[in-house]
């Protein structure tokens, strides 16, 4: 079960400069009200009885800014005198440029002015030819997009490492990415540090671990060494996912197996050809595997981790502040669009339309099976798991925290970070819980909480912890 953070824990964290500041909240007000130290203020029209004159009327803009500012104050500080005293000691400015370091204050405000012009209605977005895309695909086929008066190109993007580098070039405007490369972008790891949003998870689950048909007889994961494994990317969830699990098992990640980077696209055919034993995708090329008699699946990705982010909706910072209100038309588009491929019964001839050769190009039994869950292992034997792959649209904090805690643990990321504040920086769970209960549905708690991962109850407030009880190879 996932739990939220003890929020004075996360306040502690924050470097607020002791200031003073000439100002006291319940002093001067915007209204028709205002106190003061020796007269209670009662204003018709611009004029109290007084003779003093009402404040200045804010522009739509500075009281949409001021009530969002305010909300925060009051929702983050419900106790009236903690609320002051803070506001005295430290100043309105100081708390909500901190606010600012880890929520996206701006694109609050964005909300809260609805239906704003959009700064631009043409955008290219990438996706990868996988079932990840789903929300993607149907965002344009439900007319989500246009409802929000967006016209979006889809652009399909054959691999990882392409999709990555158009959206730093600026070539794409919004684009799926397979977790954890968001944060691996803005950490800085590989030496190009670009600042990255996850707007939202395009899907949970979706993998499958498959192997060469030759190795039916070979299941146990000991026995594995000398293997050949492909995966999509080697900073992705497939690869740090299938590190842990050979480890689980006894092996040395780094010395007992090979890893090849592989695009989905072509996994198939390098199982078929013996360029590898197995390969740890997304779908359909697990399932795919099977339907060509190549290979067949040794377990699904939800076996490993229930509920894994896989891929990503993201966008780069510097687009969102140049475009806010084109960034949350798409972002109410494309969390619609998730909840409504969500529900299993929307998914109703939905393989039909995936197989078409502008998005996936796979066989429509193919696709069938992974959206349904029920599905021929290669083994003989026929599955069924509604949760093969969902779709649920709420980015986890603690799940970017066990990703990068396992690219440490594997030297892919040379130093710590702090683990908690990049997994707030980057995962924009605050705007998609707005959206959720804006779209009607209830979001998961906004917080640090647990995963379960091969059995094992990940805490995402102790990540040090987690990296302390770890070695290599174990």
């Known amino acids: 079960m996932r739990g939220t953070a003890d929020a004075p824990a996360q306040f502690r964290r924050w470097p607020f400069a002791r200031q003073c500041y000439d100002f006291e909240p319940n002093i001067l007000t915007r209204g028709t009200e205002m106190r003061d130290a020796s007269h209670h203020h009662r204003f018709i029209g611009s004029l109290c009885s007084c003779g003093a004159h009402a404040p200045a009327q804010p522009t739509v803009e500075e009281a949409v800014s001021e009530s969002v500012q305010q909300a925060l104050l009051h929702g983050l500080f419900p106790q009236p005198v903690l609320r002051r005293e803070l506001l005295r000691t430290v100043g309105a400015g100081v708390i909500i440029g901190a606010l600012s370091s880890i929520l996206p204050i701006d694109t609050l405000k964005a909300i809260a002015q609805e239906r704003r012009p959009l700064e631009k209605t043409k955008l290219a977005v990438g996706f990868l030819p996988i079932t990840c895309a789903v929300p993607l695909i149907y965002g344009e086929r439900l007319g989500s997009y246009r409802k929000e008066g967006l016209d979006v190109s889809l652009q399909k993007i054959a691999g990882i490492a392409l999709i990555r580098d158009k959206m730093l070039n600026g070539e794409l405007d919004v684009s799926q990415q397979v977790m954890p490369v968001p944060l691996t972008m803005t950490a800085g790891l590989g030496g190009n540090v670009q600042s990255i949003k996850v707007l939202t998870i395009l899907n949970q689950n979706g993998n ?213 504040v990049l997994a707030e920086k980057v995962m924009l769970a605050t705007d998609a819980a707005r959206i959720m209960r804006e779209q009607g549905v209830t979001p998961p708690a906004v917080g640090f909480g647990t995963e379960r991962i091969l059995g094992y109850e990940f805490d995402s407030n102790k990540p040090q912890d987690y990296l302390a009880s770890v070695r290599k190879g174990g």
Request: hydrophobic share 35%; aromatic share 12%; net charge neutral.
């Open 208 to 420: 499958s671990l498959v192997l060469a048909n030759k190795h039916k007889d070979n299941r146990d994961p000991k026995n594995w060494k000398g293997f050949t494994f492909a995966v999509p990317f080697e900073q992705s969830h497939q690869t740090l996912q299938l590190r842990n699990y050979l480890a689980a098992a006894g092996l040395d990640p780094d010395q007992d197996v090979k890893y090849r980077i592989v695009p989905p696209t072509e996994y198939v055919a390098s199982l078929r050809v013996g360029s590898i034993d197995g390969f740890f995708g997304g779908e359909p090329g697990g399932q795919r595997a099977v339907y060509e008699g190549a290979g067949f699946i040794h377990l699904i990705s939800k076996d490993i981790w229930d509920g894994h982010p896989c891929c990503s909706v993201t966008a780069a910072e510097s687009w969102i502040q140049q475009n806010p209100n084109t960034f949350m038309a798409f972002y109410r588009a494309i969390i619609a669009s998730s909840l409504h491929v969500s529900k299993p019964e929307n998914r109703v001839g939905m393989a039909k339309v995936l197989s078409e050769p502008q998005y996936l190009n796979a066989p429509e039994i193919v696709l069938e099976q992974v959206l349904s869950g029920t599905y021929a292992d290669g083994l003989g034997t026929i599955r069924k798991d509604p949760r093969r792959v969902d779709y649920q649209p709420f980015p986890q904090y603690s799940a970017a925290v066990w990703l990068m805690t396992q690219l440490r643990r594997w030297n892919m990321l040379k130093e710590d970070v702090d683990y908690k």
